[in-house]
Structures are given as structure tokens and as C-alpha cells.
């Protein structure tokens, strides 16, 4: 049975654990690096990046990701998950703060802005929907969320969205000069894939659409031909397997 690891330091993985619940995969709250050697997969929730950085600095994690990431094991960052994957962050408080890395993009760390301009938005998945099935359409949920400025060669886009005016109005200063040229963008994006990596600047695990975390749990190790595979998510199938409907914190319809 596929067991899927949650870094569990801070932010949305209790969401995230509740997400895996419905679709009937067992999910584990890491905290400790030994935790990782009994995971099949990874997600890195959203949540205050630096406060995690600290929490992973202090709890001597960061060795331990890094070498989960390189074993070619599914790893999914979302919101601040997704700047932790990032080979290069920009936009960062005064020091920075310590990366995974493994991810060949930049990232803006607060492009959205502050927390009270967050936003939803209805964002085109089209690759998502070929996968998965369903609509064309995602309801992205942004908080506090940053955005993918570039990308390296191998990186597959999933998924980007309009600049909101209040965005651009919002950005004064940005590493290396860049200022100008990321106010005139129209659009950034905001989901990618690259190998074992899959990385979301919006949060999945707060909506009833399980998408994304079945295309997560699909996606295949580079080292080997064994993917993860994905059960029922029927309501009545869920039953069945687990006896009852496992309770779930609220999210959005």
C-alpha cells in the first residue's frame, strides 16, 4: 500500500492529510528525517516558508529532503512547498532562508502580495484534464502565494494565470532588477512537473477536487518503471474499503 509522507512543521498539511483520506491513501505527518525512509511519496504544504525553513533548519531536515528529492520519489510542493523546491527564490526576507532545491525554476516568494490579496481564480488545466479527466478548469485557491518567474528546459508548465492590477501595483523591489520586467507581465505561472517533482503555487488541498492529488500519486520514479497507483475515490467505494466515510476538515465546495 502506498504510503504518502506530509511534512508536518507548520501550514495546510492537515488539509493535505485530509485530502488523502478521501481518496484512501494512508498519509504520515513527518517531522523527524528518519520518518522519510517509510514513505513512498512527499508533499510539502503550504504554509509561512520562513517560519518552516527554521523549523527544518532546526530540526536537521533539510539533508534528509534533499536526499528524499534525489532518490527520484515523488515530491510535491505546494504554495510555500513549491518555493522550498525552487533551485533559486527571489523576493525572500532579509537573509534569505535555506531551499531544497531540485526544481529548475525561480520563484517570486510573495508575488500575490499580502495575505489580505489573496485570492481564487478560475485557472485552464488543460493537461491536468487529459490526465485526470474532468473540466478544463481548476479553482485555484491563492494565499499569500507566490508565482513561477522562469523555468529551465525540462520543466513541463501546468498551468499559469493573469497578473491581477492589484499585484503589480503592489510590487516595489525585486532581486537583481527585475522590477520592471516582471510589473509588465500579463501572466505567471503557476504549476509545473519535472521528473519526480511536481510543484503548485495555489492550494489543491482546499478544495473538493482531488485532481491533483491523483496526478501526484501517478507520477512514476525516474530510477524505475513502479508508479504509484491510485484507488477508488468514489464516495462508495471509499466505503467499502475504509468501512465508514472518514471524517474530513471543512474545505471549500
Same mark, same amino acid.
Given at each position: ?122 485557472? $485552464? *488545466?488543460?493537461?491536468?484534464? !487529459? =490526465? #485526470? ?7 485555484? @485557491?491563492?494565499? +499569500? ?27 516595489? $523591489? *525585486?532581486?537583481?532588477?527585475? !522590477? =520592471? #520586467? ?7 505561472? @503557476?504549476?509545473? +512537473? ?60
Amino acid at each position: 500500500m502506498t504510503t504518502v509522507g506530509v511534512l508536518a512543521l507548520q501550514g495546510s498539511f492537515n488539509e493535505h492529510m485530509a485530502a488523502l483520506r478521501r481518496i484512501g491513501v494512508k498519509g504520515v505527518e513527518i517531522r523527524k528525517a528518519e520518518q522519510l525512509q517509510a514513505v513512498d511519496a512527499l508533499i510539502i504544504p503550504g504554509g509561512e516558508s520562513t517560519t518552516m525553513a527554521k523549523l527544518a533548519h532546526y530540526h536537521n531536515l533539510f539533508p534528509a529532503l534533499r536526499e528524499f528529492v534525489s532518490t527520484g520519489k515523488p515530491v510535491w510542493g505546494t504554495c510555500a512547498g513549491l518555493i522550498f523546491l525552487a533551485n533559486k527564490a527571489i523576493g525572500q526576507k532579509s537573509g534569505g532562508q535555506e531551499l531544497i532545491g531540485g526544481l529548475d525554476c525561480i520563484v517570486n516568494r510573495n508575488f500575490f502580495g499580502s495575505q489580505l490579496q489573496s485570492f481564487e481564480t478560475e485557472l $485552464s *488545466v488543460p493537461k491536468l484534464a !487529459e =490526465e #485526470e479527466g474532468g473540466p478544463n478548469g481548476f479553482r485555484g @485557491v491563492f494565499i +499569500r502565494a507566490p508565482a513561477i518567474l522562469e523555468v529551465g528546459p525540462d520543466v513541463e508548465i501546468l498551468a499559469d494565470c493573469p497578473v491581477p492590477l492589484e499585484t503589480k501595483k503592489s510590487i516595489m $523591489s *525585486v532581486d537583481n532588477g527585475q !522590477e =520592471e #520586467e516582471i510589473v509588465s507581465r500579463e501572466r505567471v505561472i @503557476v504549476a509545473v +512537473r519535472q521528473g519526480n517533482l511536481l510543484g503548485t503555487a495555489f492550494h489543491p488541498e482546499l478544495t473538493t477536487d482531488l485532481r491533483w492529488h491523483s496526478l501526484f500519486l501517478k507520477m512514476k520514479k525516474d530510477s524505475s518503471d513502479r508508479c504509484l497507483q491510485r484507488v477508488p475515490t468514489s464516495g462508495t467505494d471509499l466505503e467499502d474499503s475504509l468501512g465508514k466515510t472518514p471524517f474530513d476538515l471543512p474545505i471549500y465546495e
